[in-house]
């Protein structure tokens, strides 16, 4: 899974399957997280947040998972498709002094196999 | 809706040269960011605009670099004296006040330095 601070993980699987994204944060202290896609050439894509209120949140396909005890956050994919190929970068709220920032992790690479 | 734009799409330098890249947030976005891009990683934060409020400069890696934004409108980021490590995607994003949290990307800067 990624993590900030490890390489470029990837992850390979045949269309239709379901895929899962991992995505461990430093943080404790962080209450907003958000999973963003990155076509090739294309800027980073919000797909779906959560709030550290929440241990769940579905969207259209795709479903986030957190887990504050052990700091894991997951993005699930359902019936993958070739359209989803792309790097999957989480992103989590920290504060900075009295400012408030995103920190992103390395990202992680989907590759969709038809 | 028009998305943040960037200007140049791609940009071939010397070193030793400077750059500027420019880009236009969603109307009405008052928080508009910065981001470095290197090959293969993620994104690595470099400065924050919020509205009239004193800029977020403390991802910016040296003193050749620096970024102006004047009011809620287009930014530019320069970077003095090129080098080759400064070859990336140069990114920008914007988010509203109501959902400062939810960034909207350009499609970014090519810099290549030789």
């Known amino acids: 899974g990624e993590s900030v601070g490890l390489h470029l993980p990837t992850l390979s699987v045949q269309e239709g399957d379901n895929s899962i994204i991992n995505c461990a944060y430093s943080?404790?202290?962080?209450?907003?997280f958000i999973w963003y896609k990155q076509e090739s050439g294309k800027g980073p894509q919000f797909i779906i947040d959560i709030r550290s209120n929440m241990d769940k949140r579905q969207g259209q396909r795709v479903t986030v998972l957190l887990n504050k005890t052990v700091k894991h956050l997951s993005l699930q994919i359902a019936a993958t498709q070739p359209g989803d190929s792309a790097v999957y970068f989480c992103?989590?709220?920290?504060?900075?002094?009295?400012?408030?920032?995103?920190?992103f992790g390395k990202g992680t690479l989907l590759t969709v196999n038809p | 809706g028009a998305g943040v734009s960037q200007s140049p799409s791609n940009k071939v330098t010397e070193k030793g040269k400077d750059v500027e890249l420019r880009c236009d947030p969603i109307?009405?976005?008052?928080?508009l960011y910065w981001y470095r891009q290197r090959l293969g990683q993620g994104l690595e934060f470099l400065i924050y605009?919020?509205?009239?409020?004193?800029?977020?400069k403390s991802g910016l890696p040296s003193d050749r670099f620096s970024a102006e934004r004047t009011g809620e409108s287009v930014s530019t980021l320069t970077i003095q004296r090129t080098q080759q490590e400064d070859s990336a995607v140069y990114l920008c994003?914007?988010?509203?006040?109501?959902?400062?949290?939810?960034?909207?990307f350009g499609p970014g800067t090519r810099l290549t330095v030789l």
């Open positions: 994003a914007s988010s509203a006040r109501t959902s400062a949290y939810t960034q909207y």
């Open positions: 943080n404790s202290a962080s209450d907003y």
């Open positions: 605009f919020q509205g009239n409020s004193a800029p977020d």
């Open positions: 992103a989590e709220k920290s504060r900075v002094g009295s400012n408030y920032k995103l920190t």
């Open positions: 109307s009405g976005h008052t928080a």
